[in-house]
């Protein structure tokens, strides 16, 4: 080797030009500790074609949603890659692979917490079932342009015109049979397929794409290439931090916010404070979930100074996050009564972002929380939720106005100045007067039927408990033996609410009879068609 630590930087160049050592001399003895790895590759379109399948693009977690583009850009991307300037925009994969190698090794590792296990078990079954899928790569940067390249060569674009400024037409040379040299002219617009099969193969063997594909098993870094490379279309704070991320409650609000086939039509009643196309909906969640938490009897963390800012909540986006199923089932009930109750109302004016909180409470109170020691079922959504809007209306009118010198003026504080911003502070006071509305509409919404007291099967009762207490009879009036209640040679019977656990009902000795299955199972048909 002829070189040292200390030799001058044009002497290294200049024994490199004439070929005395070479760069992979160098590099043999630097050593670099990059957490990832980028190869630049100039690949054939046939190469996309090929590979189509093993990309992979999850707009839900990964970017926004994929808005097919006008045909003035698709014609204008096409006319670039096909017209001399295919080198113009590169793109970005990333190998799923060592992602996945990565997160067996911080498993193995024995130095992870219950909890980040629990978290880096979940990415880690959400990443293989990819590869199970046969997907290779994930898609950092160019979804689209990926598609258009695709649709294209597959044929299914036959509406392509080149851009103006660009030739319309190409030329084939070739020998006729009379071996006399021809030409001719065909017009490159219109489908792929169509062109002449020397020029489909002209396309695909020698035009190429730039492509960087990254290996590394930092899903952050990753994340960080994406947002870079999505700076012309800059993503919101809520959109940049559950990029890639994958745990337990992101795949939540995938699959059961941003997949709901009623997402547009839910949303629309509304007055999100981001769009929908910038995930709106999920931020709500996001920022009423920290709240939700902090009811609980573990509360992941979240702090109890939280007052609704949106990087309060980047917890429920962290690597080792993963929330108990028991909280997002909870959640995914409380969030379905609110849906199918705005879709079935389906208001007039849209529901104000403050309000949706509110919403949110009092569906909770009313359904988890309970009210002294009593959860309800809403049973007539559409009149509750007219009492729910007539009873905010009231609460926004009751402290809205003082009097100063003889004049009705807006009040620094009130209800309705604290349901304009959603903090700690302010949401507390509003929660203080919704409880005053509860306590006071309670009995009203339970003689109408509006909302349905609750049972529970929480009981010690015991089968012989019950037959005992009915003189060893059943609720049809036949005899209970003690081979019934001791024996496999009995027959079978079970303990039956005579009012349903569904309409409050509870498991007490004076609620409570005995029935054989097939008996309990007319009762509860019965019961289900007089609903």
């Known amino acids: 080797m002829s070189f040292t630590i200390n030799t001058p930087v044009d002497i290294l160049i200049n024994q490199i030009n004439t070929k005395e050592i070479s760069i992979e001399d160098i590099e043999k003895n630097l050593k670099f500790n990059h957490p990832v790895k980028t190869d630049l590759q100039a690949v054939k379109l046939d190469w996309v074609l090929e590979n189509y399948d093993s990309f992979y693009a999850d707009p839900y977690s990964l970017q926004r949603f994929l808005t097919p583009w006008e045909d003035k850009k698709r014609n204008s991307y096409l006319t670039t890659l096909l017209c001399g300037l295919h080198h113009k925009d590169s793109f970005q994969l990333a190998h799923i692979e060592p992602l996945v190698n990565d997160y067996k090794n911080k498993i193995k590792s024995g130095e992870c917490t219950s909890k980040e296990l629990k978290a880096f078990n979940y990415a880690l079954k959400e ?79 020698k035009i190429t794409i730039a492509v960087t594909i990254f290996s590394t098993g930092s899903l952050r870094i990753l994340a960080y290439v994406f947002s870079a490379s999505n700076n012309g279309l800059p993503l919101t704070w809520h959109e940049d931090r559950s990029v890639l991320h994958h745990n337990n409650y992101i795949h939540w609000l995938k699959n059961r916010i941003l997949k709901s086939g009623f997402r547009d039509e839910f949303w629309n009643y509304v007055k999100l404070s981001a769009p929908l196309n910038q995930k709106g909906d999920t931020l ?145 006071y509003r929660i203080v007067e919704i409880e005053k509305d509860i306590t006071r509409d309670l009995p009203t919404l339970i003689k109408e039927g509006i909302i349905t007291a609750v049972g529970s099967r929480s009981s010690s009762l015991s089968l012989e408990d019950v037959a005992l207490h009915n003189n060893m009879m059943t609720g049809i009036g036949e005899p209970i033996t003690e081979l019934d209640l001791y024996s496999k040679k009995g027959r079978q019977l079970e303990i039956n609410e005579k009012k349903p656990v569904s309409q409050g009902g509870k498991r007490i000795l004076e609620n409570v009879d005995i029935q054989t299955p097939s008996h309990n199972k007319k009762i509860y048909n019965q019961v289900q068609k007089q609903k």
């Open 127 to 205: 990443l293989e079932s990819l590869l199970k899928k046969g997907k290779t790569y994930i898609i950092l940067d160019g979804q689209h342009r990926l598609k258009e390249i695709y649709d294209y060569l597959k044929g299914n674009n036959s509406n392509f015109i080149v851009s103006s400024g660009f030739d319309h037409e190409a030329t084939i040379n070739y020998i006729d049979e009379n071996n006399n040299p021809q030409s001719k002219v065909f017009q490159l617009g219109g489908k792929f397929t169509d062109l002449p099969p020397i020029a489909q193969v002209y396309i695909l063997k």
């Open 284 to 428: 709500f969640l996001s920022h009423i979930t920290p709240w939700y938490l902090l009811q609980q009897e573990d509360n992941h963390g979240i702090s109890t100074s939280y007052s609704f800012a949106t990087n309060e909540s980047d917890l429920l986006y962290a690597d080792g996050f993963t929330m108990k199923e028991k909280y997002i089932e909870n959640l995914d009930s409380i969030f379905t009564i609110i849906e199918t109750m705005l879709l079935s109302y389906q208001p007039k004016k849209k529901i104000k972002y403050g309000e949706m909180f509110d919403l949110f409470y009092v569906v909770w109170k009313l359904s988890e929380s309970k009210i002294a020691g009593q959860k309800y079922k809403i049973s007539r959504t559409d009149e509750f939720f007219t009492w729910f809007k007539k009873s905010e209306n009231d609460r926004i009118e009751r402290d809205r106005y003082v009097v100063v010198n003889g004049v009705n003026v807006e009040a620094r504080h009130s209800y309705k100045g604290k349901l304009s911003r959603m903090s700690k502070e302010n949401f507390e």
